[in-house]
C-alpha cells in the first residue's frame, strides 16, 4: 500500500484506542447524569412531602379553630379517618383538595401517602406518642420517608421520618424530641442542675 492510502485510511477512521477513550467519556458523564437526576428526583419527592405535612398541620389548625378538638382518629387506619374528617369539614376541606392527586391512594380521596407511596401516619392526642405531647398536645401526620420506614422495629428508621409539627425554613429537623419527652423528669431536671 502506497503511503499516501496510510494516511487518507488512518484521516477517515478512528483507532481502537481513540473508540475506547471516546466510550470511556461518554459512559461516565451517563453515569454522572443518572446520578443528578436521581438527586434531584429525591429533592422533589422531599419538598413534596413537606408541603404535604404542612398543608396537614395548617388544617389540622383550622380544624380546631373552628370545632375545639382535633379529629379523632380510632383503630389502625387513623390517618385515612382523620383525612376523611377533614375533607368533610367545610373549613379545611379546600386545603385537602388542593393537594397534588399523585398522593391520594384508593377509591375517591380517602388515603394520603408519601411522595414515595406509603400510606401517612395520623397520631391522635389519644395516642399517647411523645411526638404529641411534645407538640403540646396536637396531632401530628408522619411520614416513613424516602426508606419507607417508620422505626418501629428498628429506631434506626426514624432518622428520615417527616412530621407535620416540625415545619422550618429548611424543611424539617428531627431533634431530640422522642428522647426529650420520654425522659423522666428528674433526669432532665439534673441535667440542667449541672450545665
Same mark, same amino acid.
Given at each position: 500500500?502506497?503511503?499516501?492510502?496510510? #494516511?487518507?485510511?488512518?484521516?477517515?477512521?478512528?483507532?481502537?484506542?481513540?473508540?475506547?477513550?471516546?466510550?470511556?467519556?461518554?459512559?461516565?458523564?451517563?453515569?454522572?447524569?443518572?446520578? @443528578?437526576?436521581?438527586?434531584?428526583? +429525591?429533592?422533589?419527592?422531599?419538598?413534596?412531602?413537606?408541603?404535604?405535612?404542612?398543608?396537614?398541620?395548617?388544617?389540622?389548625?383550622?380544624?380546631?379553630? #373552628?370545632?375545639?378538638?382535633?379529629?379523632? #382518629?380510632? %383503630?389502625?387506619?387513623?390517618?385515612? @379517618?382523620?383525612?376523611?374528617?377533614?375533607?368533610? /369539614?367545610?373549613?379545611?376541606?379546600?386545603?385537602?383538595?388542593?393537594?397534588?392527586?399523585?398522593?391520594?391512594?384508593?377509591? %375517591?380521596?380517602?388515603?394520603?401517602?408519601?411522595?414515595? %407511596?406509603?400510606?401517612?401516619?395520623?397520631?391522635?392526642?389519644?395516642?399517647?406518642?411523645?411526638?404529641?405531647?411534645?407538640?403540646?398536645?396536637?396531632?401530628?401526620?408522619? #411520614?416513613?420517608?424516602?426508606?419507607?420506614?417508620?422505626?418501629? +422495629?428498628?429506631?434506626?428508621?426514624?432518622?428520615?421520618?417527616?412530621?407535620?409539627?416540625?415545619?422550618?425554613?429548611? %424543611?424539617?429537623?428531627? /431533634?431530640?424530641?422522642?428522647?426529650?419527652?420520654?425522659?423522666?423528669?428528674?433526669?432532665?431536671?439534673?441535667?440542667?442542675? /449541672?450545665?
Amino acid at each position: 500500500m502506497p503511503p499516501s492510502d496510510k #494516511s487518507s485510511a488512518a484521516a477517515r477512521g478512528m483507532t481502537l484506542v481513540e473508540m475506547v477513550i471516546v466510550v470511556c467519556v461518554l459512559g461516565m458523564g451517563l453515569f454522572a447524569l443518572v446520578g @443528578w437526576m436521581g438527586g434531584v428526583r +429525591q429533592d422533589a419527592r422531599r419538598d413534596l412531602a413537606v408541603r404535604l405535612l404542612s398543608e396537614l398541620d395548617k388544617a389540622l389548625a383550622r380544624y380546631h379553630r #373552628s370545632e375545639g378538638r382535633y379529629p379523632s #382518629s380510632p %383503630g389502625p387506619h387513623s390517618a385515612t @379517618w382523620a383525612t376523611v374528617t377533614l375533607l368533610d /369539614h367545610d373549613r379545611t376541606r379546600p386545603i385537602l383538595e388542593a393537594l397534588p392527586a399523585s398522593i391520594w391512594r384508593g377509591p %375517591g380521596r380517602r388515603t394520603l401517602v408519601d411522595p414515595w %407511596g406509603t400510606a401517612l401516619r395520623y397520631l391522635s392526642e389519644e395516642s399517647g406518642s411523645p411526638f404529641v405531647k411534645a407538640n403540646n398536645g396536637m396531632p401530628v401526620f408522619v #411520614s416513613a420517608g424516602p426508606d419507607k420506614d417508620f422505626g418501629d +422495629q428498628d429506631p434506626a428508621g426514624l432518622g428520615d421520618n417527616l412530621r407535620s409539627d416540625d415545619p422550618g425554613p429548611d %424543611g424539617f429537623r428531627l /431533634h431530640h424530641v422522642l428522647r426529650d419527652s420520654l425522659a423522666p423528669e428528674e433526669s432532665r431536671d439534673g441535667e440542667e442542675d /449541672h450545665r
